[in-house]
C-alpha cells in the first residue's frame, strides 16, 4: 500500500493485495501516464523496503518512461527495447520465477506467499509494462503469458502493471478478467474510456491538468483523483539547530547520523536524544536565529536534482544503513557479446571441452557449455558467413588442448584460411598442427589415410601406426567448410578425400577420434556425416529454413530469431 495522490476525501493510497492484485493504466500523450507510474513505484518503494518488494520494470520500445526510479535497490530489472530474443527470454524467467515461488508456498505447507515465515518468504515483485498495447501488436505471445502468470501468481506475491497510450483494441476480455485495479488518465476518446473504467469520464477530463485520472476500483467504485508528481524540485527541509536549555559545554554541538546528510546533525546531549527522531521525519520547522549566532547558517539548504532523485537517493541510503541485501533477480543479465577462453572455468571431467557460456532462463542461470566427447561421436557448428563458426572451431582447439588430464592431438582441413595459426594454440594437454590448406590435396589425403589406419588398427587390435598419432592420445579433427571441401576432392583421386573422411566422422569416435565440421547451409553435410555428428552448435543461420532443416528449433519463433541478421557472430543453440 502506498499514497499515489489525493481526493475529495483526502490522500489516495493504492493497496494492490486488496484493490489489485493486478493493474491497468492509460492515459494520452501529455496526460502524465509516465508521471503516474514513476509515482506509484516510487511512493511504493518510499514505504516499503527492499526485502518485502521489488520491481521488474519493461519499458517496450523506450527506456525513459521510469527514469530514475531504475535506480531503486527495489528494481531487480529494467528491460527495454525489447525484440523476439529479448521477449522470450523474459517470459521463460518470469514462468521459472513462478514455479520457484510455487515451490516455496509448497514448502511451508501454505497456500500464500504472505503466509510464508519472512525468513523463507520472497519479496512481492512488481512487474511494470509501459506501452503494453504495442507489445501486444508486435508480440501477442508474451502478453498472452504475462496474463498467464498474472493468474497463477495472484497468490505467489506477483502482481502485473499494464499501462498504454491507446487501449483501444487490446483490452481484451481476459485483461479485463485479471486486471481489476484500473486507471484512467484523459484519454483521446470516449472508446478508450470504456475500454478502461466502462465509463466515458477520463475522454473528458481536462487538457490543462495533467495528473487527472479516474479510478475504478469495482463495478461501482469509481474516484476522481489527482496524481502526486515527482518531477517538482526537491527543496531541502530547513535546517535545525538544537541547544540544550541546560547551560553546559554541551550546547549547540551536533551529532552525525547519515539519513540526516542534508542538514547539520542534531546535538548529542542524551536529554535532546529524542529529537533525532523528530528531525529524522523533517517534523521540526526552521529555528529562528539564537543570539550572537550567524543567520547564514540557518534556513533552507541550495536545492539539487528533483523529488524523485530524492526518493531513490534516501532508499538507496536507507537499504544501506539496514544492511539489505541487493534483491533478488528473476533473470540473469543476458550473455554479452564477447567472452575471452581465459575467462571460462575448467572442465568438470577429464577431456571435456568448455567452449562458452549457456543462458538457462528456465533455470534462472548461466552455466559453461561442456562438451564430453567420449559419450558421443563429433560436432556440427553450422551458421552463415561471419556467424563465428571458425571461432567456435579455434573454441575447440583451445578447449581441446587445456586439459593436462587429456593428451590430445588436433589436426585442421581449412577450407577459409580462418586455421591458418592454429598452431599457436597449443597448451598442458597437448599440440595443434598446422592447417592443412584446401588446395594442398596430398597433404590432405596424407592425414585422412593415417586417421582412417588408426580406425582399422583399433578395430582389429593392431599395432599403432608410428608415423600417426600417439595411440594413447584423443584426436580432434576439424574441418571449416565441409561444402567446399566436398567441391574440392570429389573429383580428385575419385573422390577418396571425401570417402575417407566419411569414414572417420562414423566409425572415429571407436577410435579416439572426434570430428568437428562447419557448414553454412544442411545441404552441405552428407546424409552419412550429418547423422553420425549427434551434437549441433547452431549459429546464425542465412534462412529460417535452414533452422528448421537441421532440427534445432522446435518453434517458428525461435527459427527466426536463429535467422535474424541482428544475432551477435558467436550466439547461438547448443544441441
Not at 328 to 350: D, M, Q, T
Request: proline share 7%.
Amino acid at each position: 500500500q502506498a499514497p499515489i495522490g489525493l481526493t475529495n476525501g483526502g490522500v489516495m493510497h493504492i493497496d494492490l493485495r486488496a484493490d489489485g492484485p493486478h493493474g491497468l493504466v492509460a492515459g494520452t500523450t501529455g496526460s502524465g501516464k509516465s508521471e503516474l507510474l514513476r509515482t506509484l513505484v516510487s511512493s511504493l518503494a518510499l514505504h516499503h523496503p527492499p526485502d518485502r518488494l521489488t520491481f521488474l520494470l519493461v519499458d517496450y520500445k523506450g527506456g525513459a518512461a521510469f527514469g530514475a526510479v531504475a535506480a531503486l535497490p527495489h528494481v531487480v530489472g529494467l528491460v527495454t527495447d525489447l525484440g523476439l530474443a529479448e521477449a522470450r527470454r523474459a517470459l521463460t524467467s518470469l514462468r521459472a520465477e513462478v514455479r520457484r515461488r510455487e515451490h516455496v508456498v509448497a514448502a511451508a505447507g501454505v497456500t500464500d506467499m504472505v503466509e510464508v515465515p519472512s525468513s523463507d518468504a520472497s519479496p512481492a515483485l512488481v512487474v511494470v509494462v509501459d506501452e503494453f498495447a504495442t507489445l501486444a501488436t508486435e508480440l501477442p505471445d508474451l502478453l498472452d503469458g504475462l496474463l498467464d502468470i498474472a493468474q497463477r501468481g495472484r497468490s505467489l506475491g506477483v502482481h502485473l502493471l499494464l499501462a498504454t497510450q491507446r487501449p483501444a483494441g487490446v483490452v481484451t476480455d481476459s485483461i479485463r478478467a485479471n486486471l481489476s485495479l484500473r486507471l484512467a488518465l484523459r484519454v483521446a476518446d470516449e472508446d478508450d474510456s470504456r475500454d478502461v473504467i466502462d465509463v466515458v469520464d477520463a475522454a473528458h477530463l481536462p487538457v490543462d491538468t495533467p495528473g487527472r485520472a479516474v479510478l475504478r476500483l469495482g463495478p461501482t467504485q469509481r474516484r476522481d483523483i489527482q496524481i502526486a508528481s515527482t518531477a517538482g524540485t526537491a527543496t531541502t527541509a530547513a535546517r535545525v539547530h538544537v541547544e540544550s536549555l541546560h547551560r553546559t559545554a554541551h550546547a549547540g554541538h551536533v551529532a552525525d547520523h547519515p539519513l540526516l546528510a542534508d542538514h547539520p546533525p542534531l546535538a548529542d546531549d542524551p536529554l535532546l536524544a529524542d529529537h533525532t527522531l523528530l528531525a529524522d521525519h523533517h517534523l521540526l520547522s526552521e529555528a529562528p536565529p539564537r543570539p550572537g549566532r550567524d543567520e547564514g547558517t540557518t534556513g533552507a539548504v541550495p536545492t539539487t536534482g528533483t523529488q524523485l532523485d530524492r526518493a531513490v537517493r534516501r532508499c538507496v541510503e536507507a537499504a544501506a544503513i539496514a544492511g539489505i541485501e541487493p534483491a533478488r533477480r528473476p533473470w540473469v543479465a543476458p550473455l554479452p557479446e564477447r567472452i575471452s577462453a581465459a575467462s571460462l572455468p575448467g572442465p568438470i571431467w577429464a577431456g571435456g571441452l568448455v567452449i562458452g557460456m549457456a543462458d538457462l532462463p528456465a533455470e534462472q542461470r548461466q552455466a559453461p557449455v561442456e562438451i564430453d566427447l567420449r559419450s558421443g561421436g563429433g560436432m556440427l557448428v553450422l551458421g552463415a558467413p561471419r556467424s563465428g563458426r571458425s571461432t567456435a572451431l579455434r573454441a575447440v582447439a583451445g578447449a581441446a588442448l587445456a586439459d593436462e588430464r587429456c593428451p590430445t592431438q588436433v589436426y585442421a582441413l581449412d577450407a577459409g584460411r580462418s586455421l591458418v595459426d592454429l598452431q599457436r594454440i597449443d597448451g598442458p594437454g597437448g599440440h595443434a598442427h598446422e592447417a592443412i590448406r584446401l588446395d594442398d590435396a596430398e597433404r590432405t589425403l596424407r592425414l585422412l589415410r593415417t586417421l582412417r589406419r588408426r580406425c582399422r588398427q583399433v578395430e582389429h587390435g593392431k599395432a599403432a601406426d608410428p608415423s600417426g598419432p600417439r595411440p594413447q592420445d584423443r584426436v580432434v579433427l576439424l574441418v571449416d567448410g565441409i561444402g567446399a571441401f566436398i567441391d574440392r576432392h570429389e573429383r580428385v583421386n575419385r573422390g577418396e578425400a571425401v570417402d575417407l573422411l566419411s569414414t572417420i566422422v562414423t566409425e572415429g569416435p571407436g577410435a579416439g577420434i572426434h570430428t568437428v565440421l562447419s557448414a553454412g547451409r544442411p545441404n552441405e553435410v552428407p546424409p552419412a556425416m550429418l547423422a553420425a555428428l549427434d551434437r549441433r552448435l547452431v549459429l546464425r543461420c542465412a534462412t529460417v529454413d535452414d533452422v528448421i532443416m537441421i532440427g534445432a528449433a522446435d518453434t517458428v519463433g525461435l527459427a527466426a530469431e536463429l535467422a535474424s541478421p541482428s544475432l551477435p557472430a558467436g550466439r547461438g543453440l547448443y544441441d
